[in-house]
């Protein structure tokens, strides 16, 4: 999909130069546009290190295992099929706190596990469960504890309060998710298998 | 919101003494630790470069020959009812699509109007509130041979709706 977008933003750029008579600014732009990406890079990298390291220590000191066992009576909520003791739990709450983190490479890997575990108990091999619309609709609008890319952004192009902005990402994100969870519950309601 | 933005004052040390309050109680050599995870952050940046470059180009183009005036001029009479600076409209329609591609975005507009802007804030807090939404679905369901995903992907855009609508809403009651 992002190779149509890309040729779309480019091909339509240069349409709209050639009409507006901006072909100058156009080519320019995709010079100067080139420079500032490998400069904003650059200027990412400190802030984008400390929090790496950070949540590094997190991981080592077994947080997501502690995080993971204070949500857990959460879960039965969210996912009434899955049985009390089944693996699939483990992995979801693992996944999610890892997302929360921010520790992609972490996540990514205990989020395939979580949706083979749930594949294991679903009846029909085709069709999604309820519990993995849950899963993945939590997943995607996952609540993310430090966006550590957004705060390096804001430093690197002069914020002065570059975490002030975290504030107002944990409202977005927690309204996005509450969504999200009532969207999924009565969906799963109204929503018969065979649809 | 003064009380508000005092919070957030406090939320980083506290994340700081939490996370290291945990490694002193377990024991982990954090220091250590932390040079060794300080890396994966260079592998991170230096992973994007390639995209970033090819995607500030696309949009810096977009911009400069006047398509995205006009685009933000025909999206106008949405983000005007949503009270969102309409600049950062075409970033709502990108978000749930790419993160990579809205990452090259935010990062033109926080150029553009400043960090500290009310367009360079809420187009920080759309970005950090959700994510792609196309590209998870495909990893995931793909990775178990899932065809019919039900009312996932319905569920997963009222989320970014709302989270969308949630930014604008929580950058004005934030910074007033």
């Given at each position: 999909?992002?190779?149509?977008?890309?040729?779309?933003?480019?091909?339509?750029?240069?349409?709209?130069?050639?009409?507006?008579?901006?072909?100058?600014?156009?080519?320019?732009?995709?010079?100067?546009?080139?420079?500032?990406?490998?400069?904003?890079?650059?200027?990412?990298?400190?802030?984008?290190?400390?929090?790496?390291?950070?949540?590094?220590?997190?991981?080592?000191?077994?947080?997501?295992?502690?995080?993971?066992?204070?949500?857990?009576?959460?879960?039965?909520?969210?996912?009434?099929?899955?049985?009390?003791?089944?693996?699939?739990?483990?992995?979801?709450?693992?996944?999610?706190?890892?997302?929360?983190?921010?520790?992609?490479?972490?996540?990514?890997?205990?989020?395939?596990?979580?949706?083979?575990?749930?594949?294991?108990?679903?009846?029909?091999?085709?069709?999604?469960?309820?519990?993995?619309?849950?899963?993945?609709?939590?997943?995607?609008?996952?609540?993310?504890?430090?966006?550590?890319?957004?705060?390096?952004?804001?430093?690197?192009?002069?914020?002065?309060?570059?975490?002030?902005?975290?504030?107002?990402?944990?409202?977005?994100?927690?309204?996005?998710?509450?969504?999200?969870?009532?969207?999924?519950?009565?969906?799963?309601?109204?929503?018969?298998?065979?649809n | 919101m003064g009380l508000i933005r005092h919070l957030s004052d406090y939320a980083v040390p506290a994340i700081f003494v939490v996370i290291l309050g945990v490694a002193v109680l377990k024991k982990v050599k954090a220091y250590d630790v932390f040079v060794e995870g300080a890396k994966d952050g260079i592998d991170t940046i230096i992973k994007i470069i390639p995209s970033l470059v090819g995607l500030l180009v696309a949009v810096g183009v977009f911009k400069a020959s006047g398509a995205m005036d006009s685009l933000i001029l025909l999206l106008r009479p949405v983000t005007d009812l949503l009270g969102m600076p309409p600049q950062v409209a075409p970033l709502a329609l990108l978000r749930p699509i790419s993160g990579s591609a809205s990452f090259a975005f935010v990062t033109e507009i926080i150029k553009s109007f400043g960090p500290d802007s009310y367009a360079g804030r809420v187009a920080a807090t759309m970005m950090g509130s959700t994510e792609t939404i196309f590209y998870t679905l495909a990893v995931y369901y793909g990775s178990v041979g899932i065809k019919n995903i039900r009312y996932t992907l319905i569920a997963a855009i009222m989320a970014d709706i709302i989270s969308v609508i949630a930014s604008v809403w929580a950058c004005q009651f934030v910074f007033g």
């Open positions: 999909m992002l190779n149509y977008i890309w040729i779309g933003l480019l091909m339509i750029g240069f349409a709209f130069g050639i009409v507006n008579g901006r072909l100058d600014d156009v080519t320019k732009a995709a010079m100067d546009s080139a420079q500032t990406a490998v400069t904003v890079c650059i200027g990412l990298l400190g802030v984008m290190c400390l929090w790496t390291g950070l949540m590094k220590i997190a991981e080592k000191s077994g947080l997501i295992r502690i995080i993971g066992r204070a949500v857990r009576p959460v879960l039965g909520f969210l996912f009434p099929e899955i049985p009390k003791d089944h693996p699939a739990l483990g992995a979801i709450v693992m996944n999610l706190v890892a997302n929360f983190l921010g520790l992609g490479n972490a996540a990514t890997p205990l989020g395939l596990k979580a949706m083979k575990e749930l594949q294991s108990i679903n009846k029909d091999k085709k069709t999604a469960t309820n519990a993995m619309c849950m899963f993945l609709v939590l997943n995607t609008a996952a609540i993310q504890l430090v966006p550590a890319n957004i705060i390096a952004l804001r430093t690197s192009e002069g914020s002065k309060k570059p975490a002030e902005i975290i504030i107002c990402i944990w409202i977005a994100s927690v309204c996005a998710t509450i969504m999200g969870i009532i969207a999924a519950k009565m969906l799963s309601a109204v929503w018969k298998k065979d | -």
